[in-house]
């Protein structure tokens, strides 16, 4: 398998801001950009061809919808899995911002099962010793505790390329400002 390093999509700054919404936004099919090695332009066409529904954000079950949809083989991992990752794949991993304790309109739910959760949720994608966050950029991923201050990894995907999805890398450079 050839190796592919993480690359920010050359659209994630117009996406994540056009999809920038209370309780919404493009982060989990940022995630599949970066999986796929297209734009998440292009993620939104495949998305609507697949017939999948975009409501202005998803989640668990319509992110591997698309993914398995796509070829690539799924699967969701126990939070003790969380260091131990292999490092061809990739793993998209469900941020919990912990909340306000006392907010009732936006409580801290997640410690149970990832359905459970309500706000304050975000993806960020794992691969080869990089993450990826699109509204934050690439960072080394010994760099995650820091990016994780007062958040949680409550649930993690791992995605495996079993079907022949294949991955082009990018003709252009790009460069987080």
């Avoid at 994540?16 to 066409?45: F, H, P, R």
């Avoid at 690539?72 to 490092?87: A, C, D, E, P, T």
């Avoid at 941020?95 to 309500?118: I, M, R």
């Avoid at 991955?167 to 400002?177: E, S």
Wanted: aromatic share 14%.
């Amino acid at each position: 398998m050839e190796e592919q390093t993480i690359q920010i999509p050359k659209d994630v700054k117009e996406m994540t801001e056009k999809y920038k919404i209370d309780k919404g936004g493009i982060c989990g099919q940022s995630c599949l950009a970066v999986i796929e090695n297209i734009t998440i332009k292009e993620v939104l066409d495949n998305w609507e061809s697949l017939g999948l529904e975009f409501k202005g954000y998803s989640g668990w079950k319509q992110l591997r919808e698309y993914l398995e949809k796509r070829g690539h083989k799924v699967k969701l991992l126990r939070m003790s899995n969380l260091g131990s990752f292999n490092y061809n794949f990739f793993y998209i991993c469900r941020v919990q911002w912990l909340g306000e304790k006392d907010n009732k309109e936006k409580p801290f739910y997640g410690w149970g099962h990832w359905t459970e959760a309500s706000a304050h949720t975000h993806f960020i994608v794992i691969h080869q010793g990089k993450f990826f966050c699109n509204e934050e950029g690439i960072f080394d991923y010994h760099d995650l505790g820091k990016y994780l201050d007062n958040a949680e990894i409550t649930s993690i995907m791992e995605v495996q390329n079993i079907n022949g999805v294949r991955f082009i890398p990018p003709k252009h450079k790009l460069k987080w400002n």
